[in-house]
């Protein structure tokens, strides 16, 4: 309960009993807050005082809002190296998680020009487009289009399946193995489709990933749009000084 006689303001009084609650676990990351009417309810204050305190704790970092669902604890951040070799997967298993990832479709197509030109093909060949979201936990980490030459994997389409990962069929059916790949970011706002797929409101800033893997040989393996939402993930950057 909180009081009215002392001089600081309900919404702050309400502001730090949320946040005790945060960091007693009574609330945990991901968790969903009540609503604002049984916050009214619980704490006997004004729909008004509530409001703005759930206002300020989203600002702070405390909470996030999701259209059409309510106000979460926000998770912390997801951390992924920028300029690692390794897939989801193998991020997800040496970070100590489990990886999951759901097959949204794959088809087998024309290339476009643009990728054509990233995986140095011709124009015209037949591709392995493939669309998966990545998740961490049961939220959606990462929306992503793979696109993999057919004539470089032939019946690449025929080891498809949910579980594997996509760096194990390479290595296991067409023994390759990336070596580096060649990454450029952008902050881009959610379409519809990206919206739909990593449970964000429609323009919301989110990560764009286009990358390129390559083998030992400097030969393109394959190349990958990643959409990830900016409050999910947090990108680093390690590098090594050179002693001259």
Do not use: W
């Amino acid at each position: 309960m909180l009081n009215n006689v002392i001089s600081k303001p309900l919404y702050i009084q309400l502001k730090q009993a949320i946040t005790e609650d945060i960091n007693r676990s009574v609330y945990q990351p991901g968790e969903k807050l009540p609503n604002e009417a049984e916050l009214c309810e619980q704490y006997s204050v004004s729909r008004i005082t509530v409001r703005k305190a759930l206002l300020e704790l989203v600002e702070e970092g405390y909470l996030e809002r999701l259209q059409g669902k309510g106000t979460f604890v926000k998770r912390p951040k997801f951390k992924r190296e920028l300029v690692s070799v390794k897939g989801y997967s193998e991020h997800m298993v040496s970070t100590g998680r489990t990886p999951h990832h759901k097959i949204i479709s794959y088809q087998v197509k024309e290339v476009s020009k643009g990728v054509a030109e990233k995986l140095n093909i011709p124009e015209k060949s037949s591709v392995l487009e493939l669309t998966r979201i990545l998740y961490n936990g049961k939220r959606p980490l990462s929306y992503e289009i793979s696109t993999y030459s057919m004539e470089q994997y032939p019946k690449l389409d025929q080891h498809i399946q949910e579980g594997i990962s996509m760096h194990r069929i390479l290595n296991n059916e067409y023994g390759v193995i990336p070596a580096y790949n060649e990454k450029i970011l952008n902050v881009i706002f959610a379409s519809s489709e990206e919206a739909e797929f990593l449970e964000c409101s429609v323009s919301d800033p989110i990560y764009e990933i286009e990358k390129t893997a390559y083998n030992e040989q400097e030969s393109p393996i394959y190349h990958s749009l990643l959409f990830y939402h900016t409050n999910q993930v947090s990108f680093t950057i390690s590098s090594k000084f050179n002693q001259d």
